[in-house]
């Protein structure tokens, strides 16, 4: 359950009630099936990040072609992203509008922001991101 935590803190957080978190987490993991993401070997998690790799692949070739030459997997920079649904990685109003686009869309929202963190960060190199994927 890598990660269910935080999003669990975050709707609790938010709503200031049990019951009331309890019931959005279900509604997460029925209607988004965050299930296949905290199953053992987290297959789910692999079928995002090959998602991701495609999106990057197809909406900014160069980037992709850079990571290619670096051999960076894609999921050293996502994984987290992914597994908490941006929670202690972006700040907490920003998360807000994440959760609230997840509910609303479900994964297209992830992959959105994904793409926008790296494209507005593309120019600089990777190791330039360190800091800005440590939780906040």
């Known amino acids: 359950c890598q990660g269910m935590n935080y999003i669990v803190a975050?709707?609790?957080?938010?709503l200031k009630d049990t019951e009331l978190t309890f019931d959005m987490l279900v509604a997460l993991v029925v209607h988004h099936n965050l299930v296949a993401l905290f199953r053992p070997q987290v297959p789910d998690f692999h079928v995002k990040n090959y998602v991701v790799q495609q999106l990057i692949k197809e909406r900014m070739p160069q980037l992709y072609a850079h990571f290619k030459?670096?051999?960076l997997d894609i999921s050293a920079l996502?994984?987290?992203?992914?597994?908490?649904?941006?929670?202690g990685y972006l700040?907490?109003?920003l998360v807000l509008v994440v959760l609230d686009?997840?509910?609303?869309?479900?994964w297209p929202a992830i992959y959105r922001v994904i793409l926008t963190i790296l494209q507005?960060?593309?120019?600089?190199?990777?190791?330039?991101?360190?800091?800005?994927?440590q939780p906040r």
């Open 69 to 71: 030459k670096l051999k």
């Open 10 to 14: 975050t709707l609790f957080a938010y």
């Open 101 to 106: 686009s997840f509910f609303l869309e479900g």
């Open 91 to 93: 700040s907490y109003p």
């Open 78 to 87: 996502t994984g987290n992203w992914l597994m908490t649904l941006f929670n």
């Open 120 to 133: 507005i960060h593309q120019e600089e190199p990777p190791e330039a991101w360190s800091y800005r994927s």
